[in-house]
């Protein structure tokens, strides 16, 4: 399973962007999908999941309100929608995918997930 996610830049606060993360598995619909994220000298932060049909979402609480995961099965591809950015969402980003999930199933914790996207900058500016 390879993961190849897109979308990061450098973006003012208040604004949004939209990051994609797109799998190369023949049974994405099979994976709880999520996204992290980190900084320098800590820890990978759990930003977002969602359930193999979406209809289970799950967010971090730095994060409620403002982002949003969609995922569309039939493009193998899983989104981060962000609004509202401030400049501690700066952070690489990362996507991973949990294949031992159970239908209707969100994981939140890394340990969960067994393949990691290479991660994308994201640098909100004040």
């Known amino acids: 399973v390879q993961l190849q996610a897109s979308g990061g830049g450098l973006v003012q606060a208040g604004g949004s962007l939209r990051l994609s993360c797109t799998a190369s598995?023949?049974?994405?619909?099979?994976?709880?999908m999520g996204w992290f994220r980190q900084v320098p000298g800590k820890e990978r932060e759990f930003v977002a999941s969602?359930?193999?049909?979406?209809?289970?979402?799950d967010y971090g609480n730095s994060v409620k309100g403002r982002f949003t995961i969609p995922r569309d099965n039939a493009e193998n591809t899983v989104f981060l929608q962000m609004h509202s950015l401030k400049p501690e969402d700066t952070a690489v980003y990362y996507c991973?995918?949990?294949?031992?999930?159970?239908?209707?199933?969100?994981?939140?914790?890394?340990?969960?997930?067994?393949?990691w996207g290479q991660g994308t900058q994201v640098t909100v500016s004040s």
């Open positions: 991973a995918a949990d294949g031992n999930a159970v239908s209707g199933a969100v994981s939140t914790t890394p340990q969960r997930y067994e393949y």
């Open positions: 598995v023949p049974t994405f619909s099979r994976y709880v």
């Open positions: 969602i359930s193999w049909s979406g209809t289970r979402r």
